[in-house]
Protein backbone atom coordinates (compact mmCIF):
# COMPACT_ATOMS: atom_id res chain seq x y z
CA UNK A 1 0.00 0.00 0.00
CA UNK A 2 0.96 3.38 -0.70
CA UNK A 3 0.50 6.18 1.90
CA UNK A 4 1.23 9.46 3.01
CA UNK A 5 1.04 10.53 6.75
CA UNK A 6 0.23 13.76 8.44
CA UNK A 7 -0.05 15.40 11.50
CA UNK A 8 -1.56 17.36 13.92
CA UNK A 9 -1.44 20.54 14.93
CA UNK A 10 -3.97 23.57 16.44
CA UNK A 11 -5.72 25.94 14.36
CA UNK A 12 -7.78 28.66 15.50
CA UNK A 13 -8.25 26.79 19.35
CA UNK A 14 -7.02 24.60 21.48
CA UNK A 15 -8.17 21.74 19.89
CA UNK A 16 -5.49 19.79 17.82
CA UNK A 17 -7.11 18.59 13.81
CA UNK A 18 -5.62 16.11 11.64
CA UNK A 19 -4.26 17.97 8.41
CA UNK A 20 -2.06 16.97 5.90
CA UNK A 21 -0.34 18.84 3.24
CA UNK A 22 -1.07 19.14 -0.55
CA UNK A 23 -0.55 20.32 -3.77
CA UNK A 24 -3.45 21.65 -5.80
CA UNK A 25 -3.42 20.79 -9.88
CA UNK A 26 -6.05 22.37 -11.43
CA UNK A 27 -6.15 21.22 -14.98
CA UNK A 28 -2.92 19.80 -15.45
CA UNK A 29 -1.45 23.19 -13.62
CA UNK A 30 -0.41 23.42 -10.46
CA UNK A 31 -2.17 26.36 -8.20
CA UNK A 32 0.14 25.61 -4.78
CA UNK A 33 0.29 24.15 -1.87
CA UNK A 34 -2.64 24.19 1.04
CA UNK A 35 -2.84 22.17 4.64
CA UNK A 36 -5.94 20.01 4.43
CA UNK A 37 -7.87 19.12 7.18
CA UNK A 38 -8.74 15.48 7.14
CA UNK A 39 -12.62 15.33 7.84
CA UNK A 40 -14.20 11.91 6.72
CA UNK A 41 -17.65 13.84 7.48
CA UNK A 42 -17.52 16.48 4.87
CA UNK A 43 -18.65 15.00 1.86
CA UNK A 44 -16.74 17.15 -0.50
CA UNK A 45 -12.98 18.93 -0.38
CA UNK A 46 -13.71 22.70 0.20
CA UNK A 47 -10.97 25.24 -0.27
CA UNK A 48 -11.27 27.87 2.12
CA UNK A 49 -11.13 31.66 1.12
CA UNK A 50 -7.92 32.26 2.93
CA UNK A 51 -6.32 29.54 0.66
CA UNK A 52 -8.17 30.42 -2.45
CA UNK A 53 -6.95 34.16 -2.40
CA UNK A 54 -3.74 33.06 -1.88
CA UNK A 55 -3.82 30.30 -4.74
CA UNK A 56 -5.53 32.73 -6.98
CA UNK A 57 -8.37 30.42 -7.34
CA UNK A 58 -11.43 33.67 -6.59
CA UNK A 59 -11.42 34.85 -10.23
CA UNK A 60 -11.97 31.25 -11.95
CA UNK A 61 -14.88 30.47 -9.99
CA UNK A 62 -16.33 33.89 -9.79
CA UNK A 63 -19.19 32.75 -12.53
CA UNK A 64 -19.62 29.12 -11.04
CA UNK A 65 -22.83 27.58 -9.70
CA UNK A 66 -23.01 28.09 -5.83
CA UNK A 67 -23.78 25.31 -3.12
CA UNK A 68 -24.72 25.97 -0.06
CA UNK A 69 -22.73 23.80 2.44
CA UNK A 70 -23.76 23.14 5.77
CA UNK A 71 -21.06 22.22 8.70
CA UNK A 72 -20.85 22.43 12.67
CA UNK A 73 -19.89 25.79 12.34
CA UNK A 74 -23.08 27.06 10.64
CA UNK A 75 -23.61 28.17 6.56
CA UNK A 76 -21.75 29.19 4.00
CA UNK A 77 -22.01 29.86 0.75
CA UNK A 78 -19.01 28.40 -2.05
CA UNK A 79 -18.84 28.23 -5.63
CA UNK A 80 -18.15 25.19 -7.70
CA UNK A 81 -15.09 24.59 -9.46
CA UNK A 82 -15.35 22.00 -11.68
CA UNK A 83 -12.70 19.90 -14.24
CA UNK A 84 -9.65 18.08 -14.08
CA UNK A 85 -8.51 18.06 -10.22
CA UNK A 86 -5.76 16.39 -8.61
CA UNK A 87 -4.55 16.18 -5.03
CA UNK A 88 -0.97 15.60 -4.18
CA UNK A 89 -1.08 14.46 -1.06
CA UNK A 90 2.80 14.63 0.74
CA UNK A 91 4.94 13.96 3.33
CA UNK A 92 8.73 13.91 3.59
CA UNK A 93 8.96 10.93 1.45
CA UNK A 94 5.81 9.80 0.06
CA UNK A 95 2.72 11.40 -2.83
CA UNK A 96 -0.60 9.85 -2.89
CA UNK A 97 -2.46 11.71 -6.33
CA UNK A 98 -6.12 11.86 -6.28
CA UNK A 99 -8.15 12.98 -8.43
CA UNK A 100 -11.41 14.90 -8.33
CA UNK A 101 -14.12 15.91 -11.05
CA UNK A 102 -14.76 19.24 -8.63
CA UNK A 103 -14.01 20.69 -5.34
CA UNK A 104 -16.10 23.81 -3.63
CA UNK A 105 -14.21 26.93 -2.97
CA UNK A 106 -15.32 29.53 -0.16
CA UNK A 107 -16.72 32.83 -1.03
CA UNK A 108 -15.93 35.48 1.08
CA UNK A 109 -17.70 35.31 4.39
CA UNK A 110 -20.48 38.32 5.02
CA UNK A 111 -20.99 38.75 8.71
CA UNK A 112 -18.53 40.71 10.31
CA UNK A 113 -17.10 40.62 14.13
CA UNK A 114 -15.81 37.56 16.17
CA UNK A 115 -17.45 35.51 13.40
CA UNK A 116 -16.22 36.99 10.22
CA UNK A 117 -12.70 36.15 11.66
CA UNK A 118 -13.54 32.60 12.80
CA UNK A 119 -15.17 32.26 8.77
CA UNK A 120 -11.84 33.46 7.61
CA UNK A 121 -9.60 31.41 9.41
CA UNK A 122 -11.43 27.75 8.66
CA UNK A 123 -8.85 25.57 7.12
CA UNK A 124 -9.81 23.62 3.92
CA UNK A 125 -10.98 20.64 4.26
CA UNK A 126 -10.13 16.99 2.32
CA UNK A 127 -13.65 15.49 2.31
CA UNK A 128 -15.63 12.50 1.40
CA UNK A 129 -15.27 12.84 -2.04
CA UNK A 130 -11.05 12.35 -1.87
CA UNK A 131 -10.98 9.52 0.74
CA UNK A 132 -13.44 7.35 -0.64
CA UNK A 133 -11.03 5.06 -2.10
CA UNK A 134 -8.69 5.15 0.92
CA UNK A 135 -7.59 3.33 4.09
CA UNK A 136 -7.80 6.27 6.51
CA UNK A 137 -6.22 6.20 10.20
CA UNK A 138 -6.75 9.00 12.92
CA UNK A 139 -5.41 7.71 16.15
CA UNK A 140 -5.77 11.20 18.30
CA UNK A 141 -3.93 9.56 21.33
CA UNK A 142 -0.94 8.86 19.46
CA UNK A 143 -1.35 11.59 16.90
CA UNK A 144 -1.33 9.41 14.08
CA UNK A 145 -3.15 10.54 10.62
CA UNK A 146 -2.46 8.39 7.90
CA UNK A 147 -3.83 7.68 4.30
CA UNK A 148 -3.24 4.70 1.58
CA UNK A 149 -4.40 3.35 -1.14
CA UNK A 150 -5.26 0.32 -1.41
Known sequence: MECVNGFFQRLSSATEYPLVKARLYID???????????????????????????????????????????????TAQERVLAGTIELELFD?????????????????????????????????ILGWDALKNTVITVDYGKKLVQICLP
Open 92 to 124: ESNVLRLRLSSVTVAEKPRQHGKDFNLALQRPS
Open 28 to 74: GELKGELLLLVDTGAGVTSISYRDALRLGLTNIVKRGPRRKVVGVSG
